[in-house]
C-alpha cells in the first residue's frame, strides 16, 4: 500500500486492514467475509444486508421465501387491523386506538433519520438507531429480496429505489380495485369512495417517509479527498456519473416532488375544501385516518407532520456536506421548533395523547444532543455509555409510557365494542392472579365471575367485591363490566 490517506470503514468488523507479511494484496486491504467493494460496504454474492453496511450469510432460498412471506404477511396484517380501526372510529369517533398508532409511527419515523446524521455514532447507538429504522420501516421490510437478486447487472440500491418507487402507485391500484367491489356489492358510489380513502391514506401513510428517505437517499453522497464522490447508501456507485445522473433526476427528484411534495399538498387541497363545504361528521367518515384525534380547528394537523418529516429527511440528507456539528445543531434546533409549535397549539383532543407526542420529540432531541456531545470529542469510554445509557433508557421510556397507555385505550375499546370477549379476557387474567394465590382460594373457597354472569347478577345472593393480595382479602371497588371475587356462601 502506497497511498498515505486512509479511509475509516463505516462498520470496522467488516474491513480487516493489510496483510503486513504478504507482498501482494488490495490496494486497501481486504475485507471480510461476505464484504466487498469501497470501504467494505457492500455485501457479496450470497450475503445480504441486515442493515446499513452490516452484512449476514443468506440462508437457504425457501427460507428466504418464507421469510418474504411472512413480513409480507406481517405489513398486510397490520394494514388491515389500521383499516378496520379506522372504519370504527367512523362510529365511534371517541375510539382512540388508531391515534395512539398514529403517535407510535411518527415518533419512529422521526427517529430513523437519526442515522444519518455523521455524528460518529458509538457502534451500540449506531446499532439500536438502526434496529428502529428496520422496525419502522415497512417498504425495506418488502424489499428484502437481496438474496434473490444477482449481484451483477443493475446495482442492487437501483432496484430497490424503483421498487419504493412505485409502491404508491400499487397502493393507488389496489385500493381502486377494492372500492370497485365495494361498489358491486353496495351499490353506493359514496360508500365505494370512501372505501377508497380510507384504504389508501393508510396505506400510504405506512410508506410515505420511507419513499421520501429512499428518494432524498440518491442525493446523499459521501466527499472523498480524491475530489470524487460516492453514495452513501452504496459506495461503488459514483455521483453524477451519467448512470447516477439519470436515477437522480428521474427516481430521486421525481420522486421526492410526486409523493414527497405533492401528495400530502393535494391531499390537504382536497380535505380544505371539503371542510368548508360539506359537514364535518361526513368528513370524519372519508378522511378519518388524517382528522380524527384533532381538534376541529387542527384537522390539518397530520399535513403539519408529514412535512416535518420531509424536512428532518432533508436535513439528514442534503446537509451531509457540511460539518457534522453544525449538521446536528440545525437538527436539534428544527426539532426544538417542532416541540415548540407542538406545546403552543396542543393539537389533540386528549391530553394523554399531547404528553405523548411532547415525549417522543423531547426523546428524539436528547438523542440527537447525546451523539452531537460525543462528536465534539473528548469523551471518554465511559462517558460513551453514559450517553448510550441516556439515549436507551429514554426511548425505552417512552415506548414503555406509550405501551402503557395504548393499552388502557384498547381494554377500554374491547370493553365497549367487544363485551363479551373483554369479559372471557378478564375472567382469565384474574384467575392467572388468583391461581398466584392459590392458599386463599384453597382456604377460604373464593370464585371467580363476571357482573354479566347469571351467578353475579342473581339478587338473592349478597355480591361483595373482593381483591386477593399475599395479606389478605380486601373490599375494593367494582366498575360495570369488570370482574369481582364472590364469597362462595
Not at 91 to 120: C, D, H, S, W
Not at 183 to 203: C, D, G, M, N, P
Request: hydrophobic content about 45%.
Amino acid at each position: 500500500v502506497t497511498s498515505d490517506v486512509f479511509y475509516e470503514c463505516p462498520n470496522r468488523g467488516a474491513c480487516e486492514g493489510a496483510k503486513v507479511f504478504e507482498e501482494t494484496q488490495p490496494a486497501g486491504g481486504y475485507c471480510a467475509d461476505g464484504y466487498q467493494g469501497r470501504l467494505c460496504a457492500e455485501c457479496g454474492e450470497g450475503y445480504r444486508q441486515l442493515v446499513l453496511y452490516q452484512c449476514e450469510e443468506c440462508p437457504e432460498m425457501y427460507v428466504t421465501v418464507l421469510l418474504l412471506c411472512v413480513a409480507g404477511v406481517f405489513v398486510v396484517f397490520f394494514a388491515v387491523f389500521l383499516i378496520k380501526s379506522t372504519k370504527a372510529m367512523v362510529l365511534r369517533p371517541k375510539a382512540l386506538v388508531p391515534v395512539y398508532m398514529r403517535v407510535l409511527t411518527n415518533y419512529i419515523q422521526i427517529v430513523m433519520p437519526l442515522g444519518l446524521f455523521e455524528l460518529n455514532w458509538p457502534f451500540e447507538i449506531k446499532s439500536f438507531l438502526q434496529a428502529q429504522q428496520t422496525v419502522g420501516s415497512f417498504s425495506e421490510v418488502l424489499i428484502s429480496f437481496d438474496c434473490l437478486v444477482s449481484k451483477g447487472g443493475i446495482r442492487l440500491f437501483y432496484i430497490k429505489s424503483m421498487f419504493v418507487f412505485a409502491i404508491p402507485l400499487v397502493i393507488f391500484t389496489i385500493s381502486l380495485v377494492s372500492s370497485y367491489v365495494k361498489y358491486v356489492h353496495s351499490k353506493s358510489r359514496t360508500v365505494a369512495t370512501r372505501e377508497f380513502i380510507i384504504q389508501f391514506t393508510v396505506l400510504i401513510y405506512l410508506v410515505y417517509p420511507d419513499t421520501v428517505r429512499r428518494s432524498l437517499s440518491l442525493f446523499g453522497c459521501k466527499n472523498f479527498n480524491d475530489g470524487n464522490s460516492y453514495l452513501r447508501e452504496d459506495f461503488d456507485i459514483e455521483c453524477w456519473s451519467d448512470e447516477h445522473t439519470n436515477y437522480a433526476l428521474t427516481l430521486g427528484l421525481l420522486g421526492l416532488l410526486l409523493w414527497g411534495l405533492g401528495l400530502p399538498l393535494g391531499a390537504f387541497i382536497l380535505l380544505r375544501r371539503s371542510w368548508k363545504t360539506h359537514s364535518h361528521a361526513e368528513i370524519r367518515m372519508k378522511y378519518g385516518y388524517l382528522v380524527n384525534g384533532y381538534k376541529e380547528e387542527y384537522y390539518y394537523w397530520e399535513f403539519v407532520l408529514a412535512y416535518r418529516k420531509v424536512i428532518f429527511a432533508i436535513i439528514s440528507v442534503f446537509l451531509t456536506g457540511i460539518d457534522p456539528g453544525v449538521q446536528g445543531l440545525i437538527g436539534i434546533m428544527f426539532l426544538l421548533l417542532c416541540l415548540y409549535a407542538h406545546l403552543t397549539y396542543r393539537p389533540f383532543v386528549e391530553s394523554a395523547l399531547n404528553s405523548l407526542e411532547t415525549i417522543s420529540l423531547f426523546v428524539v432531541t436528547i438523542t440527537l444532543w447525546c451523539g452531537l456531545v460525543i462528536y465534539g470529542g473528548g469523551v471518554s469510554r465511559g462517558g460513551e455509555i453514559f450517553f448510550l445509557s441516556v439515549i436507551i433508557l429514554s426511548n425505552l421510556w417512552f415506548m414503555g409510557l406509550w405501551l402503557s397507555r395504548f393499552s388502557r385505550e384498547f381494554i377500554s375499546n374491547l370493553k365497549e365494542t367487544n363485551p363479551k370477549c373483554y369479559a372471557q379476557l378478564g375472567n382469565c387474567l384474574h384467575k392467572l392472579s388468583l391461581d398466584y394465590h392459590g392458599d386463599l382460594i384453597g382456604k377460604n373457597r373464593y370464585k371467580v365471575c363476571n357482573q354479566t354472569d347469571r351467578l353475579c347478577n342473581t339478587p338473592k345472593l349478597p355480591v361483595t367485591a373482593f381483591t386477593a393480595s399475599p395479606r389478605g382479602v380486601k373490599p375494593f371497588s367494582v366498575r360495570e363490566g369488570s370482574l369481582i371475587v364472590e364469597q362462595d356462601l
